[in-house]
């Protein structure tokens, strides 16, 4: 299962569905509204994910993940990737809410960039990519922690109890376009790590 991010479609996601189709894997892209309640999101994911599987998620997909997958423990699950997901907060979208037009932009989402602690308690594995090129709309918005991907510091996708973090230098956006990434995430489903 992927689950793209904030503002992106689930169109966004067939690159990266067809990098796990050549990995062996049968990939389903979540489709989902980013501005709505992260409660509505997380019930329909909860819907979706009925059958066994894996899951990866990009920004707030990661987000999303982390949170239904921890709420609902019952829910069946092999493994789970979270690439470039600001599960701790995110200082550009911070900032972004502190003017009209970002907090339109980002709807009912707005809460979840701010600073919490993220926590994987369940049995299974989950790993954490990161880009550390600072290429991203965030960016504009000022300066962020470093290292960054432009939109995501790296110290923001950090989870107490995730098995393995790995980085890459890309910016936010190219995390989900790169051949690389996905051969990180498929090795990680497949054995539970990244080596």
């Given at each position: 299962?992927?689950?793209?991010?904030?503002?992106?479609?689930?169109?966004?996601?067939?690159l990266m569905?067809?990098?796990?189709?050549?990995?062996?894997?049968?990939?389903?892209?979540?489709?989902?509204?980013?501005?709505?309640?992260?409660?509505?999101?997380?019930?329909?994911?909860?819907?979706?994910?009925?059958?066994?599987?894996?899951?990866?998620?990009?920004?707030?997909?990661?987000?999303?993940?982390?949170?239904?997958?921890?709420?609902?423990?019952?829910?069946?699950?092999?493994?789970?990737?979270?690439?470039?997901?600001?599960?701790?907060?995110?200082?550009?979208?911070?900032?972004?809410?502190?003017?009209?037009?970002?907090?339109?932009?980002?709807?009912?989402?707005?809460?979840?960039?701010?600073?919490?602690?993220?926590?994987?308690?369940r049995p299974?594995?989950?790993?954490?990519?990161?880009?550390?090129?600072?290429?991203?709309?965030?960016?504009?918005?000022?300066?962020?922690?470093?290292?960054?991907?432009?939109?995501?510091?790296?110290?923001?996708?950090?989870?107490?109890?995730?098995?393995?973090?790995?980085?890459?230098?890309?910016?936010?956006?190219?995390?989900?376009?790169?051949?690389?990434?996905?051969?990180?995430?498929?090795?990680?489903?497949?054995?539970?790590?990244?080596?």
């Open positions: 299962m992927l689950v793209p991010g904030l503002w992106m479609p689930a169109a966004a996601m067939l569905a067809r990098f796990f189709r050549r990995a062996g894997y049968a990939p389903r892209v979540f489709r989902y509204r980013g501005r709505d309640p992260l409660e509505a999101n997380i019930e329909q994911l909860r819907a979706f994910c009925r059958r066994p599987g894996h899951a990866v998620g990009h920004s707030l997909g990661g987000v999303l993940v982390l949170e239904t997958f921890s709420r609902h423990r019952e829910l069946p699950l092999g493994a789970a990737v979270l690439i470039g997901a600001p599960v701790g907060g995110c200082e550009a979208g911070r900032r972004l809410g502190g003017a009209r037009i970002g907090r339109w932009m980002m709807g009912a989402s707005r809460p979840l960039w701010e600073t919490r602690a993220a926590a994987w308690a299974e594995p989950l790993g954490v990519i990161a880009g550390t090129r600072a290429l991203g709309l965030g960016r504009l918005l000022g300066r962020l922690p470093r290292p960054n991907d432009g939109v995501v510091a790296l110290s923001e996708t950090s989870v107490r109890g995730m098995r393995e973090q790995a980085t890459v230098p890309l910016g936010h956006s190219e995390l989900i376009f790169s051949r690389a990434v996905a051969d990180l995430a498929a090795r990680f489903l497949g054995h539970g790590c990244f080596r």
